[in-house]
Nanobody
Framework: QLVESGGGLVQAGGSLRLSCAASGLAFGSYAMGWFRQVLGTERELVSAISWSGGSTYYTDSVKGRFTISRDNTGNTAYLQMNRLKPEDTAVYYC????????????????WGQGTQVTVSS
């Protein structure tokens, strides 16, 4: 089970920190991704991190603003989002897959329920 938290309403330029708490799986054996989706559009990968934390991925639009991290001891992953923009508004989902990073939703095995992030201009 994956449970996201930390979403909310923030003004442009502000920050939020999303958390994804995992239970019932060997979290340290899974790569983890943060996706986002706007109603009527496809789910897109925002950032991902390998099982060890040694490899990370960011989509171009968030590079330099978002930071992904994980705490395998605490079975939790994070997405620190700084300098937020209105176009970052979406439902954010965390998902996991075994070991290595992938960039498409179909490659991920388990999903959280999502948390809404709204950035006002």
């Amino acid at each position: 089970q994956l449970v996201e938290s930390g979403g909310g309403l923030v003004q442009a330029g502000g920050s939020l920190r999303l958390s994804c708490a995992a239970s019932g799986l060997a979290f340290g054996s899974y790569a983890m991704g943060w996706f986002r989706q706007v109603l009527g559009t496809e789910r897109e990968l925002v950032s991902a991190i390998s099982w060890s934390g040694g490899s990370t991925y960011y989509t171009d639009s968030v590079k330099g603003r978002f930071t992904i991290s994980r705490d395998n001891t605490g079975n939790t992953a994070y997405l620190q989002m700084n300098r937020l923009k209105p176009e970052d508004t979406a439902v954010y989902y965390c998902a996991v897959r075994p070991w290595a990073i992938a960039t498409t939703p179909d490659k991920f095995s388990f999903w959280g329920q999502g948390t809404q992030v709204t950035v006002s201009s």
